[in-house]
């Protein structure tokens, strides 16, 4: 168990919806990150958050938002789903910032857009 | 732009087979370089790491050596057990400011008894 707590672990939705996930970071990480992976594209980078605030951005959609709450709870949402959004959703967290820091990662939400 | 290659799967292997993965990078500067292992129906669990140059990052009988002049971070174990069964990925973090992990595509290893 790595601390992280991601819910819902499936969610299964029709197009043109709108989802929220949710991540419960380890305790006392300061750092979340979110993370898609699909067969087609791999694991790739969404956003990162750190205490509060947006770090950076990867290949996150416009119709992709997330943000993290004062108790350092971080949502990922998603609207006007498509079937190519289905996927297995990953959030990790981190103590700190910086290259050497090491994350880690929820089991993942796994999203099916029928 | 960042980048992992990662040497394309599916390997199956004997048990006590020696294993390496391969895994090149490209990157500017001086990335830290990482491997992650995926279990069946679980989210990723950080296997090992190596910060500069001519490290060797170790666990559970797995190590890999960050090669600067060949920019590759190689996966290698002297004898695989069935436990060792599911999907790797080499990822590399690239500097301050955007501390995201660029993975490679993953290899699935298949260890059979």
């Known amino acids: 168990d790595s601390g992280v707590t991601q819910t819902p672990k499936h969610l299964i939705t029709a197009t043109g919806q709108r989802v929220t996930l949710r991540c419960s970071p380890r305790s006392g990480d300061l750092s979340v990150y979110w993370y898609q992976q699909s067969l087609d594209q791999g694991l790739q980078f969404l956003i990162h958050?750190?205490?509060?605030?947006?770090?950076a951005k990867g290949n996150i959609l416009e119709r992709f938002s997330a943000q993290q709450f004062p108790d350092l709870h971080s949502e990922l949402n998603l609207s006007s789903l498509e079937l190519g959004d289905s996927a297995l959703y990953f959030c990790a967290s981190s103590v700190t910032t910086g290259p050497n820091t090491e994350a880690f990662f929820g089991q993942g939400t796994r999203l099916t857009v029928v | 732009g960042n980048s992992v290659t990662q040497m394309e799967g599916p390997v199956t292997l004997s048990e006590e087979a020696f294993l390496t993965i391969n895994c090149t990078y490209t990157a500017t500067g001086y990335p830290s370089l990482f491997w992650y292992v995926q279990y069946p129906g679980e989210g990723l669990q950080l296997l090992l790491k190596a910060t500069k140059a001519d490290d060797k990052g170790s666990n559970k009988g797995f190590e890999a050596t960050y090669r600067k002049e060949t920019t590759s971070f190689h996966l290698e174990k002297g004898s695989v057990q069935v436990s060792d069964s599911a999907v790797y990925f080499c990822?590399?973090?690239?500097?301050?400011?955007?501390?995201?992990?660029?993975f490679g595509t993953g290899t699935r290893l298949t260890i059979i008894p």
């Open positions: 958050y750190y205490n509060g605030e947006e770090r």
């Open positions: 990822a590399l973090s690239a500097r301050f400011g955007n501390e995201k992990l660029t």
